[in-house]
């Protein structure tokens, strides 16, 4: 900033070598541009010595309501002996540059001088404050990142013990009818669960990612529910890369599951299809349960995952429960996706 600072105390010198001049002139004492620029140097780059004391000053001293009478003393005062100082300093060049025949400094220099003290002193405190606030509002936006992100993560945290409460009931239901299904189901279960500590530290994953867990889910309720049970996923492979809020499927599929499927004799099936538009993707869960009531509140996982989506991507991610066309239940998922939202894939 000093750098700055100086480059404009040297354009205005600069600016005012040809005042100098004709001020000479006019007193009778005609001098060359070489001594002109030389006298108009020292004035102003006086002042650039005297900037960070005013500006310090400025700072220290600021004309709040409480203390404005202090400040406005303190700076008549200081700006007085800087005059002074500066006039001393400006009479002692014209002495060695110009000789005995300088002309005095008059009142007009005193006044342009004394103005001069208060426009740097405006500057510096304009240009404060104007750090100041840039300073705030970068604090209050990083503050705001923070409580965004801190409560995405609760919201992500809070699935992690109701997928895990959800999964060991159907275990210990299992476990009274088929123990080799429940040991095997308890091995699926600790696969998910070594998954979901891999990538408990990664708010997004890449889709293909986020299927493969949700495979090893389907899995366990396949050995719960046997024969009857028929799953499928359909993706889009251009949709595969495309990053996704971690955990995001499962509680959606749960669901499906526990409002649906379980409340349903005979045969069932649940659907996944994956399909990119314009705007983004579109993540379809199908079941051919009894289908959502008329009336009903979100439960925990739902409700959750629409507010991460809020959280993530605000108004232009949406989660809709609605009655499938051919019975049953689908939750729709619309994800905005920009360009270049892609995710490289591991190795």
Same mark, same amino acid.
């Given at each position: 900033?000093?750098?700055?600072?100086?480059?404009?105390?040297?354009?205005?010198? @600069?600016?005012?070598? !040809?005042?100098? $001049?004709?001020?000479? /002139?006019?007193?009778?004492?005609?001098?060359?541009?070489?001594?002109?620029?030389?006298?108009?140097?020292?004035?102003?780059?006086?002042?650039?010595?005297?900037? #960070?004391?005013?500006?310090?000053?400025?700072?220290?001293?600021?004309?709040?309501? $409480?203390?404005?009478? $202090?400040?406005?003393?303190?700076?008549?005062?200081? !700006?007085?002996?800087?005059?002074?100082?500066?006039?001393?300093?400006?009479?002692?060049?014209?002495?060695?540059?110009?000789?005995?025949?300088? #002309?005095?400094?008059?009142?007009?220099?005193?006044?342009?001088? !004394?103005?001069?003290?208060?426009?740097?002193? !405006?500057?510096?405190?304009?240009?404060?404050?104007?750090?100041?606030?840039? +300073?705030?509002?970068?604090?209050?936006?990083? @503050?705001?990142?923070?409580?965004?992100?801190?409560?995405?993560?609760?919201?992500?945290?809070?699935?992690?013990?109701?997928?895990?409460?959800?999964?060991?009931?159907?275990?210990? &239901?299992?476990?009274?009818?088929?123990?080799?299904?429940?040991?095997?189901?308890?091995?699926?279960?600790?696969?998910?669960?070594?998954?979901?500590?891999?990538?408990?530290?990664?708010?997004?994953?890449?889709?293909?990612?986020?299927?493969?867990?949700?495979?090893?889910?389907?899995?366990?309720?396949?050995?719960?529910?046997? /024969?009857?049970?028929?799953?499928?996923?359909?993706?889009?492979? %251009? /949709?595969?890369?495309?990053?996704?809020?971690?955990?995001? @499927?499962?509680?959606?599929?749960?669901?499906?599951?526990?409002?649906?499927?379980?409340?349903? #004799?005979?045969?069932? %099936?649940?659907?996944?299809?994956?399909?990119?538009?314009?705007?983004?993707? +579109?993540?379809?869960?199908?079941?051919? &349960?009894?289908?959502?009531?008329?009336?009903?509140?979100?439960?925990?996982?739902?409700?959750?995952?629409?507010?991460?989506? +809020?959280?993530?991507? &605000?108004?232009?991610?949406?989660?809709?429960?609605?009655?499938? /066309?051919?019975?049953?239940?689908?939750?729709?998922?619309?994800?905005?996706?920009?360009? &270049?939202?892609?995710?490289?894939?591991? #190795?």
């Amino acid at each position: 900033m000093w750098i700055w600072v100086l480059g404009a105390y040297t354009i205005v010198a @600069l600016l005012f070598t !040809g005042q100098v $001049r004709l001020d000479y /002139a006019y007193a009778g004492e005609p001098i060359g541009w070489e001594r002109s620029l030389l006298l108009s140097g020292v004035n102003w780059y006086t002042w650039a010595a005297f900037t #960070p004391a005013i500006a310090w000053l400025g700072r220290r001293l600021r004309f709040s309501r $409480r203390s404005w009478l $202090r400040a406005l003393v303190v700076h008549l005062v200081t !700006g007085l002996g800087i005059v002074v100082v500066k006039t001393m300093v400006n009479e002692g060049v014209g002495l060695a540059v110009v000789g005995p025949h300088r #002309p005095p400094a008059s009142f007009l220099q005193l006044y342009v001088s !004394g103005f001069t003290y208060w426009v740097v002193l !405006g500057a510096s405190l304009s240009i404060r404050e104007r750090r100041d606030r840039r +300073e705030r509002e970068i604090r209050a936006s990083k @503050l705001e990142t923070d409580l965004a992100r801190a409560r995405l993560e609760t919201l992500r945290l809070r699935l992690h013990p109701h997928f895990l409460f959800n999964t060991l009931n159907g275990v210990l &239901g299992l476990m009274r009818e088929d123990v080799d299904a429940a040991d095997r189901m308890l091995t699926r279960l600790s696969e998910l669960l070594r998954s979901t500590l891999e990538g408990a530290d990664r708010p997004e994953v890449p889709l293909r990612l986020e299927l493969e867990f949700l495979e090893k889910y389907l899995e366990i309720h396949r050995i719960r529910f046997g /024969a009857r049970l028929h799953t499928e996923i359909r993706a889009e492979p %251009s /949709a595969l890369d495309i990053p996704v809020p971690t955990l995001l @499927l499962q509680p959606l599929v749960e669901n499906a599951f526990q409002h649906g499927i379980s409340r349903k #004799p005979g045969p069932v %099936s649940v659907t996944v299809e994956v399909t990119r538009t314009e705007a983004g993707l +579109e993540i379809a869960i199908t079941d051919d &349960g009894p289908g959502p009531p008329a009336r009903s509140e979100l439960g925990t996982g739902l409700d959750t995952t629409r507010r991460r989506l +809020e959280h993530s991507y &605000g108004s232009a991610a949406s989660l809709d429960l609605e009655r499938a /066309a051919g019975g049953g239940a689908r939750a729709v998922v619309k994800i905005p996706v920009a360009g &270049g939202r892609e995710m490289a894939r591991r #190795p």
